[in-house]
């Protein structure tokens, strides 16, 4: 059976994420979280109550260890599977002002965006090259496409997600395995919900914050066979903040 | 494992999986030329070594491997420590 597995799918974009290809594309899917039990369940059971099939996995894409245990563990008891999709979207912000940032702040933030992206991914690419065929999307941001202030931790790490991006979409398209990030802007989730909306959508073209499920929706293409001759790309979702 | 049988099982694979003509394999034969391999078909290599001998094999391991014989004592290597 094929598989799709969204990291830090259990809130937010990520949930929309997995709840939409699971609709769109009929892939079971493997919700990745690392501790909020409650979201990830209620991420499971929307899923499952559209008809769906949801597996949770609890770990830290962070800790090398961790991911390659609950990954091969998880492979032992399914044999005959295959992770044909793996959607990057786990990470976090620790924002502030560079010269105040705290040595954990740096390195949590490119721990879990960079680092989980190459925990995750490296584990999975050689039975997906030995499949030929795969759908690797990385949730990058506008923060990593421009850079953010107060958010250096945050920019550097999805900028590093953008060119890790491009080469290794370079590195394995000859084995149809396309590799592309979604860069979003200002998105509802619990990620902005600290942000005073009616201020910023000001500088947003299209005058609002985007909704989690327009980026699913992004996502949901780039996961399915429709999108097979686009690798290697940033495709920005931003309403026009930036281009 | 007896070197005759590695070398039987491994050009068993290769004629079966890497549709390589069987008169094309010799000790001397150039590895990447003859299999016509790409960097990405060594995981191919490395899987159909993990089925058949049950030893995993990484990148390093084929540095320096570009011919038969070389593979095979590589394979034999790894297989019997």
Redesign the interface.
Known sequence: MKYALITGGSRGIGRAIAVKIAKELQYPILVNYQSNDIAANETKKIIEDEGGSCTLLKFNVADINDTHQVLDTWMEENPDATIEVIVNNAGITRDGLFMWMKPEDWHDVLNISLNGFYNVTNHLV?KM??NRYGRIINLVSVSGVKGTAGQVNYSAAKGALVAATKALAQ??A??KITVNAVAPGFIKTDMTAEMDEKELKRMIPVNRFGEAEEVADLVSFLASKKSSYITGEVININGGIYS | MDTNLIVEKVNEFLIEEFEVDGEDISPEADLKETLDLDSLDYVDLVVAIEATFGVKLVGEDFVGVDNFQKFYDLIEKKVNS
Do not use: G
């Open positions: 050689q090259l030995t590195e394995i000859k084995r």
